[in-house]
């Protein structure tokens, strides 16, 4: 006598795999850790009030990303320079800043300050971290951007 199709057994080791793979899935997704907090631009930049009598003096990119002195300089700002204004959130800036990965394009050396020198550029970070106010997510420009000059 012969049978057509799979044996028992051969169904339970299907069955056994299917449920190892779904269990595996479930796993991974649930130890993913969640996105790291995306700072929010918009609201230092443009919702704050600022400039007059009594208030702070508005911020603009280089107020937390300095000018850099080095091609190595990422231009990300340190812990202290959050405390200014926050002192009672501190501890929540210092978390939104080590969430930042150390080099994003690994050992590329980037020159912020002479292409913010380009008549092109004029000064302004947006030339080529366009939507960083409203994004939401990191706002690296992708290397398309960088062939639109080079």
């Not at 929010?40 to 850099?68: D, I, W």
């Not at 009672?88 to 939104?96: C, S």
């Not at 394009?105 to 300050?113: P, Q, R």
Request: net charge neutral.
């Amino acid at each position: 006598m012969t049978t057509s199709g799979p044996t028992r057994s051969s169904q339970s080791l299907i069955w056994l795999f299917w449920a190892a793979l779904v269990f595996a899935a479930v796993f991974a997704a649930c130890s993913t850790p969640p996105p790291p907090p995306r700072f929010p631009h918009e609201k230092h930049l443009e919702e704050l009030p600022c400039g007059g009598p009594g208030q702070r003096a508005c911020l603009n990119c280089n107020t937390c990303h300095t000018v850099s002195e080095t091609r190595r300089d990422d231009k990300l700002p340190e812990p202290v320079l959050c405390e200014t204004c926050h002192q009672k959130d501190a501890q929540t800036a210092v978390q939104a800043l080590k969430a930042i990965p150390e080099r994003p394009y690994g050992e590329i050396l980037f020159n912020h300050d002479q292409h913010l020198a380009l008549p092109k550029l004029n000064g302004q970070c947006v030339g080529c971290h366009s939507g960083i106010v409203e994004g939401a997510k990191r706002n690296i420009p992708a290397m398309s951007e960088c062939f639109k000059c080079h």
